[in-house]
């Protein structure tokens, strides 16, 4: 096709629902870094505003103590009951956010600008490189933010969805003239 | 009409195309490049306006963004906008322009006659005037504001875009002039990420207008070419037109205005926004701002056709215009002399040059003496003439002390008088970043001393004069911006400039006039008509503070903000106080730099995008099924269902009753929901909340209070024990983030030995309340894993099963008083929930309510809403709910302020109940309570209506209130007085329906 994702200078598209918890725990804990590692099978990020892409679940680092991790929706009960077996004798808590949030990716070569828009974070490469996860606002949505190597993925409040479809395309007419 | 007034050839315009455009309904034309104002100049125009006060006339001063006199209204309907200066709006064909401030006409203004008022009307006249009597003054101020004021506004909905753009960048250059470029160079080729913001549609600056200047032996615009396209070339550099750098705030965050499309007219692309205010942190800041020319202050020195020296050399070289036939020059320093030549090169006619100083020798003045032009030396121009348009003037010998006349003046003829008394550094955006200036006395300007922000301010704002000086200062302030932010670099090699030598000016504050000072017109301030006879007086009348003159003479303001007279102003000030310019400090520097419209302030926050609207996972069924809604803080909520025919109190009468005697369903989604989890949740609990917690069984449901360390009450919901280490707690809708907030903060800052965590789930799921007699039926039929039994699933108990096939917390808790049960499941299955619920529940006439009936059904019960019958001032024991406050516990938030002397004092406000004499009288919320009504105010008040309601189910109207010692007056008779009559109300105890509480237990 003619009409590759290149010539689109922004393109915007809800996120597929997938599972979604909020993990809490202390990560100077190595027990429990332990704990989280053997199912994520991956490391958890423990450095500010970073993600890990393991086989199970992307882990994007919330606060200190505070994880968003993402998986399939099919994997999301088995995801969350694995990690509550290992961590049963260690302080921590997993809690299903699935349905409490809902998510869009922006892509393509003006996905930045586009977003810079509403949100005052540097999202420049240089800045801003795949992996990098921040929670700000766009326009007045609190938003979770993530680079990946395909795209820009935002996750808002369900409640917020609308507003931030609405705001998105909106803020791409600019492009589509 | 052809272009009159234009040289053959020459400037920075497109001869080849014409453009047609109309000033005051008469048709123009100029070439691409034109600015309004130099295509008005190139068609012989010079009276563009009115001036604001004494309605004289007025001409284009500037060429730039300094403007005080052409302010025009540009464009028709609601794309009209007021106040624009025409030297920055570039023409586009079918322009429309307007003068303002003038009646009926721009020649022949009737409100002229305040300018032949003039001696009857200085400064202070309206402050002095229009005092008595004092109620006048609104009368007064609607004729002073026809009369004075500038533009007008539009009358509906601004029609264009505008949007935002954060960015980020290593250094900022604001200005794109000789040094801006230069450091924009310097710091692109070290690898910075710049971004240059010139407020002109070339950038360039100056340089564009200097046709005497070569730059490694070529002329200068050639070397702007190059370095324009160089950095257009880097992808490391963001160049920004027709955008103006208008406010310099912490932390190297600072605002601008980029003009996307007014250029573009009606042609403008309908995708594209109008503006965008971009606001930008950059690591470091070059400010090359430039230089502002100053005016020099004689009598009669506002007539159209004087203008600044360097911008009539602008609008002769850039623009290729003849401004006139027979120029007088006045100044006092040699850049006046610069324009003369390039004048007289152009083959206008050079009437005079007119020197302030005693002699002028340097390599300028040799020139014009060589190119045979008539030169005054220590003269000064005492008047000038013409009504219009300025016909000649008079001219006179300087005393040596300056300040007088000697012998008899004398005139010459002219058309046009160039002025110049030297340049002010524009000192704006780096007074703004809070940095302080420095007076240099010996051409009294004030440039840029100690700051306070990563920045350097680099070229003609920073006080050097020369193009050579301003390359030279811009190559070294952008590589050393580009160092502090990280990139090493070496300074560009400087570059060999050729131009005239042209020193500081010797500075000359005020020409004596020829009349008395009183009536000589020696204008400082051109937008506010404020003379310096005006500056004198109100020194004579006690002001001394700068900022005072300020206001009382309103020097400096306007749309200009004094950008061409704040330095005359403070010199003549100073002068008349005897004190040093230094000593009197200056105004300040606020932003915008130049206005900025509400557009692009507004941006996108407009209609849809003006806030979020918030729904909830059910809100399409309310919606299909007819309900009215209502916002609470963003959510918006169901807030009655009325079927055909219906109004309001008829169906909020039916769904009220409906949920007392069958069964109702409410969408309580908006709740607020915590998942508590950790071995000290309990704890946790037992700190916040003022009840015990500790002993809550797994499965049980407790009511909460949540007060502020005030002793207030914040809050309160019901939270459900899930298991031994694990909460739900719900707050109110309008606390829900609040709460999170705050309960996180107590975790890490009051308890970090606590050992608990917080994740809010209000979003995770949707909450159905079905509510009456009949719920429990309705309920069974949807689930086959709950026993709803009266005994197996008791008041304030949580069950989890399934309901109608999905997973479902289900509590049976009660805010109606009522038979009830609050059904929550994931928020992306609450829809298929209700639906099904309303399909089985059809058997009952299951009815939908709202928050409306909500309400009422509450309020029967005395049950409190924070925020309706709280505010903040109100403790548990104020509300009757002391039953709610643990009076064992060592400690909870708040609890050490319900034994303040003022918690505990007789007469706090309490809540009770509110009956009216007649039961169909329904009182206004927020009406006051009196023991005796008086005749008017002022009237002892007990307190005021809480929460008022028409009951169908007691079949009168009920209410709410909070009043001094509440409790004691119970039986009493009081009085609501309302404008048209008085209500008489007896109080009672705040629960008016089954007080006994039994049938939630049923």
């Known amino acids: 096709?003619?009409?590759?994702?290149?010539?689109?200078?922004?393109?915007?598209?809800?996120?597929?629902?997938?599972?979604?918890?909020?993990?809490?725990?202390?990560?100077?804990?190595?027990?429990?870094?332990?704990?989280?590692?053997?199912?994520?099978?991956?490391?958890?990020?423990?450095?500010?505003?970073?993600?890990?892409?393991?086989?199970?679940?992307?882990?994007?680092?919330?606060?200190?103590?505070?994880?968003?991790?993402?998986?399939?929706?099919?994997?999301?009960?088995?995801?969350?009951?694995?990690?509550?077996?290992?961590?049963?004798?260690?302080?921590?808590?997993?809690?299903?956010?699935?349905?409490?949030?809902?998510?869009?990716?922006?892509?393509?070569?003006?996905?930045?600008?586009?977003?810079?828009?509403?949100?005052?974070?540097?999202?420049?490469?240089?800045?801003?490189?795949?992996?990098?996860?921040?929670?700000?606002?766009?326009?007045?949505?609190?938003?979770?933010?993530?680079?990946?190597?395909?795209?820009?993925?935002?996750?808002?409040?369900?409640?917020?969805a609308a507003y931030t479809r609405l705001w998105l395309d909106d803020a791409a007419r600019e492009y589509r003239g | 009409m052809s272009q009159s007034h234009r040289l053959p050839a020459g400037g920075r315009i497109d001869r080849s195309r014409s453009l047609s455009f109309t000033f005051d309904g008469t048709r123009y034309s100029g070439?691409?490049?034109?600015?309004?104002?130099?295509?008005?100049?190139?068609?012989?125009?010079?009276?563009?306006?009115?001036?604001?006060?004494?309605?004289?006339?007025?001409?284009?001063?500037?060429?730039?963004?300094?403007?005080?006199?052409?302010?025009?209204?540009?464009?028709?309907?609601?794309?009209?906008?007021?106040?624009?200066?025409?030297?920055?709006?570039?023409?586009?064909?079918?322009?429309?322009?307007?003068?303002?401030?003038?009646?009926?006409?721009?020649?022949?203004?009737?409100?002229?006659?305040?300018?032949?008022?003039?001696?009857?009307?200085?400064?202070?006249?309206?402050?002095?005037?229009?005092?008595?009597?004092?109620?006048?003054?609104?009368?007064?101020?609607?004729?002073?504001?026809?009369?004075?004021?500038?533009?007008?506004?539009?009358?509906?909905?601004?029609?264009?875009?505008?949007?935002?753009?954060?960015?980020h960048c290593d250094v900022l250059v604001a200005g794109g002039g000789a040094a801006g470029l230069a450091a924009a160079l310097a710091a692109g080729r070290a690898g910075a990420r710049v971004i240059i913001a010139d407020e002109q549609a070339e950038m360039g600056g100056w340089l564009l207008s200097e046709g005497d200047t070569e730059i490694s032996a070529k002329p200068a615009v050639d070397w702007v070419e190059k370095a324009v396209t160089e950095l257009a070339g880097m992808e490391n550099v963001t160049?920004?037109?027709?955008?103006?750098?208008?406010?310099?705030?912490?932390?190297?965050w600072l605002g601008l205005a980029e003009r996307v499309t007014d250029h573009l007219g009606p042609y403008a692309a309908d995708h594209l926004p109008r503006q965008r205010l971009w606001q930008v942190r950059a690591k470091q800041v070059v400010l090359a701002t430039g230089a502002i020319e100053r005016p020099l202050v004689f009598g009669q020195n506002d007539r159209p056709g004087i203008m600044l020296a360097a911008s009539l050399r602008s609008y002769i070289s850039r623009y290729g215009a003849r401004p006139g036939k027979a120029l007088v020059v006045f100044t006092n320093n040699d850049s006046g002399y610069r324009t003369a030549l390039a004048a007289h090169h152009a083959g206008?006619?050079?009437?005079?040059?007119?020197?302030?100083?005693?002699?002028?020798?340097?390599?300028?003045?040799?020139?014009?003496?060589?190119?045979?032009?008539?030169?005054?030396?220590?003269?000064?121009?005492?008047?000038?003439?013409?009504?219009?348009?300025?016909?000649?003037?008079?001219?006179?010998?300087?005393?040596?002390?300056?300040?007088?006349?000697?012998?008899?003046?004398?005139?010459?003829?002219?058309?046009?008088v160039a002025m110049s008394g030297g340049w002010n550094p524009n000192v704006s955006l780096f007074s703004q970043s809070r940095g302080k200036l420095d007076f240099r006395a010996e051409d009294g300007v004030f440039v840029p001393g100690q700051s306070f922000q990563p920045l350097r301010s680099a070229g003609a704002c920073n006080g050097v004069l020369s193009t050579a000086d301003c390359l030279a200062e811009g190559f070294a302030a952008g590589a050393e911006?580009?160092?502090?932010?990280?990139?090493?670099?070496?300074?560009?090699?400087?570059?060999?400039?050729?131009?005239?030598?042209?020193?500081?000016?010797?500075?000359?504050?005020?020409?004596?006039?020829?009349?008395?000072?009183?009536?000589?017109?020696?204008?400082?301030?051109?937008?506010?008509?404020?003379?310096?006879?005006?500056?004198?007086?109100?020194?004579?009348?006690?002001?001394?503070?700068?900022?005072?003159?300020?206001?009382?003479?309103?020097?400096?303001?306007?749309?200009?903000?004094?950008?061409?007279?704040?330095?005359?102003?403070?010199?003549?000030?100073?002068?008349?106080?005897?004190?040093?310019?230094?000593?009197?400090?200056?105004?300040?520097?606020?932003?915008?730099?130049?206005?900025?419209?509400?557009?692009?302030?507004?941006?996108r926050n407009i209609g849809a995008l003006f806030d979020p609207v918030r729904r909830t996972p059910i809100h399409e069924w309310h919606a299909a099924h007819g309900a009215k809604f209502e916002n609470v803080g963003q959510w918006v909520r169901a807030w009655y269902y009325p079927k055909p025919g219906e109004d309001m109190h008829a169906a909020v009468n039916r769904e009220v009753k409906a949920a007392r005697t069958g069964v109702g369903?409410?969408?309580?989604?908006?709740?607020?929901?915590?998942?508590?989890?950790?071995?000290?949740?309990?704890?946790?609990?037992?700190?916040?909340?003022?009840?015990?917690?500790?002993?809550?069984?797994?499965?049980?449901?407790?009511?909460?209070?949540?007060?502020?360390?005030?002793?207030?009450?914040?809050?309160?919901?019901?939270?459900?024990?899930?298991?031994?280490?694990?909460f739900l707690m719900s707050t109110t809708t309008g606390n829900a983030a609040t709460v999170m907030t705050s309960l996180e903060d107590y975790l890490q800052t009051e308890w970090p030995e606590l050992k608990v965590y917080l994740t809010s789930v209000t979003e995770q799921y949707a909450t159905i309340t079905i509510n009456g007699p009949k719920s429990r039926e309705l309920l069974a039929a949807l689930t086959d894993d709950i026993d709803t039994g009266n005994e197996a699933f008791p008041h304030m108990s949580l069950r989890e099963g399934t309901v109608a096939g999905v997973p479902a917390r289900v509590i049976r808790?009660?805010?109606?008083?009522?038979?009830?049960?609050?059904?929550?499941?994931?928020?992306?299955?609450?829809?298929?929930?209700?639906?099904?619920?309303?399909?089985?529940?059809?058997?009952?006439?299951?009815?939908?309510?709202?928050?409306?009936?909500?309400?009422?059904?509450?309020?029967?019960?005395?049950?409190?809403?924070?925020?309706?019958?709280?505010?903040?001032?109100?403790?548990?024991?104020?509300?009757?709910?002391?039953?709610?406050?643990?009076?064992?516990?060592?400690?909870?938030?708040?609890?050490?302020?319900?034994?303040?002397?003022?918690?505990?004092?007789?007469?706090?406000?309490?809540?009770?109940?509110?009956?009216?004499?007649?039961?169909?009288?329904?009182?206004?919320?927020?009406?006051?309570?009196?023991?005796?009504?008086?005749?008017?105010?002022?009237?002892?008040?007990?307190?005021?209506?809480?929460s008022s309601y028409y009951s169908p189910n007691l079949e009168r109207s009920i209410a709410l209130a909070v009043l001094k010692g509440g409790r004691a007056l119970i039986g009493k008779t009081l009085s609501v007085p309302m404008p048209d009559k008085v209500i008489k109300v007896t109080v009672t105890e705040p629960v008016f329906f089954d007080p006994k509480g039994e049938r939630a237990n049923g």
Not at chain 1, 60 to 74: F, I, M, R, T, V
Not at chain 2, 575 to 584: D, I, K, Q, W
Not at chain 2, 826 to 853: H, N
Request: glycine share 10%; aromatic share 8%.
């Open chain 2, 31 to 167: 070439h691409p490049g034109d600015t309004l104002a130099s295509a008005l100049i190139a068609n012989g125009v010079h009276l563009v306006g009115r001036s604001f006060k004494y309605h004289r006339p007025r001409g284009i001063l500037t060429a730039g963004s300094e403007e005080p006199n052409a302010l025009i209204q540009l464009g028709l309907g609601n794309r009209t906008e007021p106040n624009i200066r025409a030297t920055q709006i570039e023409l586009y064909d079918g322009l429309t322009a307007a003068s303002q401030n003038r009646f009926p006409s721009l020649e022949f203004d009737l409100g002229a006659v305040n300018d032949t008022l003039s001696p009857l009307i200085p400064a202070g006249f309206y402050y002095k005037t229009f005092m008595w009597p004092q109620r006048g003054w609104m009368t007064y101020e609607r004729a002073i504001r026809r009369m004075a004021g500038l533009g007008r506004a539009p009358d509906g909905p601004d029609p264009d875009r505008y949007e935002y753009r954060h960015a």
């Open chain 2, 813 to 946: 808790i009660s805010f109606t008083g009522e038979l009830s049960f609050e059904i929550n499941v994931r928020a992306s299955q609450g829809k298929a929930v209700w639906e099904a619920l309303i399909e089985a529940g059809a058997p009952f006439d299951i009815t939908p309510y709202g928050t409306e009936a909500m309400h009422v059904l509450r309020a029967e019960k005395g049950f409190i809403i924070v925020g309706q019958e709280t505010d903040g001032s109100m403790t548990p024991d104020d509300l009757g709910m002391g039953w709610a406050v643990s009076k064992v516990k060592p400690d909870f938030v708040g609890k050490r302020s319900l034994t303040r002397s003022d918690t505990v004092r007789e007469g706090r406000k309490q809540l009770v109940g509110l009956l009216t004499e007649d039961p169909k009288e329904v009182l206004e919320e927020g009406a006051h309570v009196v023991q005796v009504a008086l005749q008017q105010p002022p009237m002892a008040m007990l307190g005021h209506v809480t």
């Open chain 1, 1 to 160: 096709m003619a009409d590759t994702m290149q010539d689109i200078p922004v393109a915007i598209a809800a996120l597929p629902e997938n599972g979604k918890l909020i993990l809490r725990a202390d990560a100077q804990n190595a027990d429990i870094r332990a704990a989280i590692a053997g199912v994520l099978t991956a490391p958890l990020p423990v450095e500010p505003l970073t993600s890990m892409a393991g086989d199970k679940a992307t882990a994007l680092w919330l606060g200190p103590d505070e994880w968003l991790l993402l998986c399939a929706e099919a994997d999301r009960a088995g995801l969350q009951q694995a990690l509550e077996a290992n961590l049963a004798d260690l302080h921590a808590s997993v809690v299903d956010v699935s349905d409490a949030y809902s998510g869009f990716a922006v892509t393509g070569p003006k996905a930045a600008e586009l977003l810079s828009k509403g949100c005052a974070i540097d999202l420049h490469p240089v800045a801003f490189a795949e992996g990098k996860v921040v929670r700000s606002l766009l326009a007045k949505a609190d938003i979770t933010l993530l680079r990946t190597a395909a795209d820009f993925q935002l996750y808002v409040l369900r409640s917020f």
């Open chain 2, 239 to 252: 160049l920004l037109r027709r955008t103006t750098a208008f406010g310099y705030y912490d932390h190297n």
């Open chain 2, 348 to 416: 206008i006619g050079v009437a005079a040059i007119i020197d302030s100083r005693a002699e002028a020798s340097g390599p300028l003045p040799q020139s014009a003496r060589a190119a045979g032009l008539r030169i005054y030396e220590g003269h000064a121009i005492i008047a000038t003439t013409g009504r219009l348009r300025v016909d000649s003037v008079r001219l006179g010998r300087l005393a040596a002390s300056g300040d007088r006349i000697e012998g008899a003046g004398f005139g010459i003829p002219c058309d046009l």
């Open chain 2, 481 to 603: 911006a580009a160092r502090e932010a990280g990139f090493a670099n070496r300074k560009p090699a400087a570059l060999k400039v050729t131009e005239p030598d042209c020193p500081a000016a010797a500075p000359f504050w005020l020409a004596p006039p020829e009349k008395p000072l009183a009536r000589a017109k020696c204008f400082v301030d051109f937008q506010n008509d404020v003379t310096a006879a005006d500056l004198k007086l109100a020194v004579r009348e006690g002001f001394q503070s700068v900022e005072h003159v300020k206001r009382y003479t309103t020097t400096g303001m306007g749309t200009d903000q004094g950008r061409t007279s704040n330095v005359n102003a403070l010199a003549i000030v100073s002068a008349t106080l005897g004190m040093e310019m230094p000593a009197v400090g200056t105004t300040t520097f606020r932003p915008p730099y130049t206005p900025t419209s509400f557009g692009a302030i507004a941006g």
């Open chain 2, 665 to 726: 369903i409410l969408d309580a989604s908006t709740l607020g929901k915590i998942m508590v989890k950790g071995p000290d949740a309990a704890e946790f609990l037992n700190r916040v909340y003022t009840n015990s917690w500790l002993k809550l069984g797994i499965g049980k449901a407790r009511y909460g209070l949540m007060l502020g360390e005030d002793g207030m009450v914040r809050d309160d919901g019901v939270t459900v024990r899930l298991g031994e280490d694990r």
